[in-house]
């Protein structure tokens, strides 16, 4: 019998809790607006203090990642086999895959802060949420070669993005206003 490093590993309290939790977070995201409105409603606008409210913001927004950290963290229960879906594609042939689209996304992004355009088509893939999402889980992979902690990440970000976030501005690279001035 092979000897498991982790005790209990792919643990979860019930069948496809780790596919309902990602689901939720999809649902989250998706109703972002009535959420947050929601949020704002029963807890937020109670909190006086506007520093403190922000960071409440981010610790409630993350309520599902801390979920999903622990139990991956003790069990292993959000790795790609315990999701599945390492069962339908080879290992080494999902990292080639992932290491790749988060390659083209790391040199697509780092010539957009160099100044150089992208096409047309391009702009219009790239603000789909889900394209979003693929591009920020492959290029984290890419950086780590984790890829729970690389969906992590990406998690982490639209989570904070849309359920803590007042607004979303547009930040231009190029732009000095932004630029400290000291």
């Known amino acids: 019998m092979e000897k498991q490093f982790i005790d209990n590993y792919g643990y979860v309290p019930f069948p496809y809790f780790q596919h309902i939790l990602l689901l939720l977070v999809v649902i989250l995201i998706l109703l972002r607006n009535k959420v947050y409105n929601f949020l704002n409603k029963y807890i937020y606008n109670y909190i006086p203090n506007i520093i403190v ?70 702009n219009i893939i790239n603000k789909e949420l889900i394209i979003q999402f693929i591009l920020f889980f492959t290029a984290a992979f890419a950086y780590t070669n984790n890829r729970s902690e690389s969906m992590f990440a990406a998690i982490a970000y639209f989570l904070v993005k849309y359920l803590a976030c007042d607004k979303t501005i547009e930040i231009q690279p190029d732009n000095d206003d932004l630029l400290n001035k000291d």
């Open 53 to 122: 409210k922000k960071y409440i913001k981010i610790i409630v927004a993350l309520i599902p990642l801390y979920i999903m950290l622990y139990y991956d963290i003790k069990y292993s229960s959000f790795s790609m086999k315990n999701l599945g879906i390492t069962t339908h594609i080879n290992n080494d042939t999902f990292n080639s895959i992932l290491r790749l689209v988060g390659s083209y996304y790391i040199v697509q992004s780092t010539g957009l802060s160099l100044g150089v355009l992208i096409g047309d088509t391009q």
